[in-house]
């Protein structure tokens, strides 16, 4: 009988320790066992480190003057009207797309251009159509069809009115390969749209 | 006369061809999508938005034809005009953008569309809130039935051994001794085994539990609603966890990119948010906090002090002895997000949608297909190498392998 009875104290009492943890608010993470294994001793992305009062000598920046391997040389012209002016001779450095390089820019260009400037570069995206965010530009008018693409990159790169820098976005050949697409669809529909020779005369230079 | 039939029939369908294809050219001037290509983005009809609203821009000119040389020439005119100096100033010192390819009647027709403008009535309240189809709850149901069923019993085994002592009294059977219901051992022996199990339960569900994190949804420093961002405007989700596609983790976005935007979206006008407790949030103020993260003026239009950091609290924790690649699934698996992380676009707070244990990990690796590469190119290249899978289908022994074929499930691909 008293057996029993320390038996039933046991299970009565047992599921409270591990239960109490669970019935906590779902604001809080819960508990772990072995929070040895669970986290981590070694420094994990975005955790707070000590690393600069243990002594320990570590950048979380290139070493300057360094590119990484297979990277396109750094963009060198500086934010300001100086740059922007420049920036229209500055040519792509890459060779024309492939289809599916072609592709990619365009999903790329999907994800990060077109809430603002629209799939069909229009200005109606879902956050330019809803005048959520004023004053995009309509990449089809045809100021910036005849825009050179060095003046794209670097508003791409720097920001420009209402649109922020898109540099820490998209890597410099991921920001070429964008300004590629978007120039050959500008091209492909101005050519659609007008045969003669009433856009494409002005942006020979640029091609 | 053939030939100058000919000649003529070509020009007429060279024009006709202009008028077709060119909307710059062509005659029937339709103010509105003019409006719409070229003026929306800066412009409303009725209102003041960046510019000044259009309707009776005609009527506010200095001169008759002013509007012309301005949407000609507007930088020009910003320097030289007076009324031209005045609007640039009204607008917060931007010169608008020069049109001169816009014909004056092109301008007319905008602006004739603009004066007969009538704002649409307002806007039904669309779809915000979701209904959400009322989950049955089974488990109580069960419950109820089983302590109902056990009453039942109770009773009817009380009634059963009451009549058993009235019919041995009857025959004058000498009865043992009663016990009361609580010392009886049957009793007492299907109350411990109830416990028994009862308590294994709970003991073995909270020790599964121990570590895991599902339903976890944490305070965040800045009220960010995902069903805004990722639901109602539509941005897709590697706007900015771009670093999904190209790295083991899915970046937190920096500051940089939350600005991009809420440099010109100020004040929230949708739907009002709540938190989980049901309190309305201020959304405004928490673009404001934004605000002081970044250092950023929406006044002035500057960073005009130090920012620091948003410490966001991370929701999906995985042990440190398990290896997770997001490029790996969502690059190269083509998975997409909401499959671990749930309907997250329809989350105002995000909670943890998946148990992330060892056992959902591994039958989502028996379950999926790899997308091999196909003819017409869609897929992944890298499975080419796995030439013996390719020749298995083509033979027909399967018709498509799952990640576990190909080593999903083994130790060494996530724990090392």
């Given at each position: 009988?008293?057996?029993?009875?320390?038996?039933?104290?046991?299970?009565?009492?047992?599921?409270?320790?591990?239960?109490?943890?669970?019935?906590?608010?779902?604001?809080?993470?819960?508990?772990?066992?072995?929070?040895?294994?669970?986290?981590?001793?070694?420094?994990?992305?975005?955790?707070?480190?000590?690393?600069?009062?243990?002594?320990?000598?570590?950048?979380?920046?290139?070493?300057e003057?360094?590119?990484?391997r297979?990277?396109?040389?750094?963009?060198?012209?500086?934010?300001?009207?100086?740059?922007?002016?420049?920036?229209?001779?500055?040519?792509?450095?890459?060779?024309?797309?492939?289809?599916?390089?072609?592709?990619?820019?365009?999903?790329?260009?999907?994800?990060?251009?077109?809430?603002?400037?629209?799939?069909?570069?229009?200005?109606?995206?879902?956050?330019?159509?809803?005048?959520?965010?004023?004053?995009?530009?309509?990449?089809?008018?045809?100021?910036?069809?005849?825009?050179?693409?060095?003046?794209?990159?670097?508003?791409?790169?720097?920001?420009?009115?209402?649109?922020?820098?898109?540099?820490?976005?998209?890597?410099?050949?991921?920001?070429?390969?964008?300004?590629?697409?978007?120039?050959?669809?500008?091209l492909?529909?101005?050519?659609?749209?007008?045969p003669?020779?009433?856009?494409?005369?002005?942006?020979?230079?640029?091609? | 006369?053939?030939?100058?039939?000919q000649?003529?029939?070509?020009?007429?369908?060279?024009?006709?061809f202009?008028?077709?294809?060119?909307?710059?050219?062509?005659?029937?001037?339709?103010g509105?999508?003019?409006?719409?290509?070229?003026?929306?983005?800066?412009?409303?009809?009725?209102?003041?938005?960046?510019?000044?609203?259009?309707?009776?821009?005609?009527?506010?000119?200095?001169?008759?034809?002013?509007?012309?040389?301005?949407?000609?020439?507007?930088?020009?005119?910003?320097?030289?005009?007076?009324?031209?100096?005045?609007?640039?100033?009204?607008?917060?010192?931007?010169?608008?953008?020069?049109?001169?390819?816009?014909?004056?009647?092109?301008?007319?027709?905008?602006?004739?569309?603009?004066?007969?403008?009538?704002?649409?009535?307002?806007?039904?309240?669309?779809?915000?809130?979701?209904?959400?189809?009322?989950?049955?709850?089974h488990?109580?149901?069960?419950?109820?039935?089983?302590?109902?069923?056990?009453?039942?019993?109770?009773?009817?085994?009380?009634?059963?051994?009451?009549?058993?002592?009235?019919a041995?009294?009857?025959?004058?059977?000498?009865?043992?001794?009663?016990?009361?219901?609580?010392?009886?051992?049957?009793?007492?022996?299907?109350?411990?085994?109830?416990?028994?199990?009862?308590?294994?339960?709970?003991?073995?569900?909270?020790?599964?539990?121990?570590?895991?994190?599902?339903?976890?949804?944490p305070?965040?420093?800045?009220?960010?609603?995902?069903?805004?961002?990722?639901?109602?405007?539509?941005?897709?989700?590697?706007?900015?966890?771009?670093?999904?596609?190209?790295?083991?983790?899915?970046?937190?976005?920096?500051?940089?990119?939350?600005?991009?935007?809420?440099?010109?979206?100020?004040?929230?006008t949708?739907?009002?948010?709540?938190?989980?407790?049901?309190?309305?949030?201020?959304?405004?103020?928490?673009?404001?906090?934004?605000?002081?993260?970044?250092?950023?003026?929406?006044?002035?239009?500057?960073?005009?002090?130090?920012?620091?950091?948003?410490?966001?609290?991370?929701?999906?924790?995985?042990?440190?002895?398990?290896?997770?690649?997001?490029?790996q699934?969502?690059?190269?698996?083509?998975?997409?997000?909401?499959?671990?992380?749930?309907?997250?676009?329809?989350?105002?707070?995000?909670?943890?949608?998946?148990?992330?244990?060892?056992?959902?990990?591994?039958?989502?690796?028996?379950?999926?297909?790899?997308?091999?590469?196909?003819?017409?190119?869609?897929g992944?290249?890298?499975?080419?190498?796995?030439?013996?899978?390719?020749?298995?289908?083509?033979?027909?022994?399967?018709?498509?392998?799952?990640?576990?074929?190909?080593?999903?499930?083994?130790?060494?691909?996530?724990?090392?």
């Amino acid at each position: 009988m008293k057996k029993s009875k320390i038996l039933f104290l046991l299970l009565l009492i047992s599921p409270g320790f591990v239960i109490l943890p669970g019935c906590s608010s779902n604001r809080e993470p819960g508990r772990t066992y072995m929070p040895d294994m669970q986290y981590s001793r070694a420094y994990q992305a975005y955790a707070p480190n000590n690393l600069k009062q243990d002594g320990v000598n570590y950048k979380n920046w290139p070493v300057e003057g360094t590119i990484r391997r297979g990277d396109l040389f750094p963009y060198t012209l500086p934010n300001d009207s100086t740059g922007y002016r420049l920036s229209a001779q500055v040519k792509n450095p890459l060779p024309p797309l492939t289809p599916a390089q072609a592709k990619e820019a365009e999903r790329l260009f999907n994800i990060n251009c077109a809430i603002c400037h629209g799939e069909k570069m229009d200005a109606q995206g879902p956050l330019s159509a809803g005048g959520k965010v004023p004053a995009v530009a309509n990449l089809t008018l045809k100021q910036y069809v005849d825009m050179p693409e060095g003046t794209m990159f670097h508003s791409v790169t720097y920001g420009k009115g209402n649109m922020g820098s898109y540099a820490p976005q998209l890597t410099r050949e991921e920001r070429w390969m964008i300004v590629s697409y978007v120039k050959s669809k500008q091209l492909a529909e101005a050519g659609a749209a007008a045969p003669a020779a009433a856009t494409s005369g002005t942006s020979t230079g640029t091609k | 006369m053939n030939r100058i039939f000919q000649r003529c029939f070509k020009a007429v369908a060279v024009v006709a061809f202009l008028m077709l294809v060119s909307p710059q050219l062509s005659f029937g001037q339709d103010g509105e999508a003019l409006f719409k290509a070229n003026c929306s983005s800066c412009h409303k009809p009725d209102v003041k938005y960046v510019g000044p609203p259009l309707k009776g821009a005609r009527e506010r000119e200095p001169e008759k034809g002013w509007v012309y040389k301005w949407v000609h020439n507007a930088t020009a005119m910003a320097m030289t005009d007076p009324y031209a100096s005045k609007l640039r100033e009204e607008a917060g010192g931007v010169v608008m953008t020069s049109f001169p390819d816009l014909t004056n009647a092109q301008i007319d027709a905008i602006l004739n569309w603009a004066d007969s403008f009538q704002p649409a009535g307002a806007a039904k309240p669309g779809a915000g809130g979701a209904t959400v189809a009322p989950q049955s709850n089974h488990t109580v149901l069960y419950g109820m039935l089983t302590l109902v069923l056990a009453i039942i019993a109770f009773v009817l085994l009380q009634v059963n051994s009451n009549l058993k002592k009235l019919a041995d009294e009857h025959d004058n059977i000498p009865g043992k001794q009663p016990v009361p219901f609580y010392r009886n051992k049957a009793y007492l022996l299907v109350l411990l085994i109830g416990l028994f199990l009862l308590a294994g339960y709970f003991l073995v569900d909270g020790a599964m539990g121990l570590g895991r994190q599902q339903g976890y949804q944490p305070v965040q420093p800045i009220y960010y609603s995902h069903f805004v961002h990722a639901g109602v405007n539509q941005i897709s989700c590697l706007y900015c966890h771009g670093d999904a596609q190209n790295s083991r983790h899915a970046n937190i976005p920096s500051v940089n990119t939350c600005m991009n935007c809420h440099m010109a979206v100020k004040e929230y006008t949708g739907e009002p948010l709540k938190r989980a407790d049901g309190s309305i949030v201020d959304a405004n103020a928490e673009i404001q906090k934004l605000y002081n993260y970044a250092g950023w003026n929406p006044d002035t239009k500057t960073y005009d002090r130090p920012g620091k950091p948003i410490q966001w609290v991370k929701i999906h924790n995985l042990p440190s002895h398990v290896y997770f690649n997001h490029s790996q699934h969502v690059k190269v698996g083509q998975v997409a997000c909401q499959t671990c992380h749930g309907e997250i676009q329809k989350m105002n707070e995000v909670k943890q949608f998946a148990p992330l244990s060892m056992g959902w990990c591994i039958n989502c690796h028996r379950t999926t297909n790899v997308q091999f590469n196909d003819d017409k190119g869609n897929g992944n290249q890298f499975y080419s190498l796995y030439e013996k899978f390719h020749e298995d289908i083509k033979e027909h022994k399967y018709d498509s392998v799952t990640v576990e074929k190909i080593g999903g499930t083994e130790c060494g691909k996530c724990h090392y």
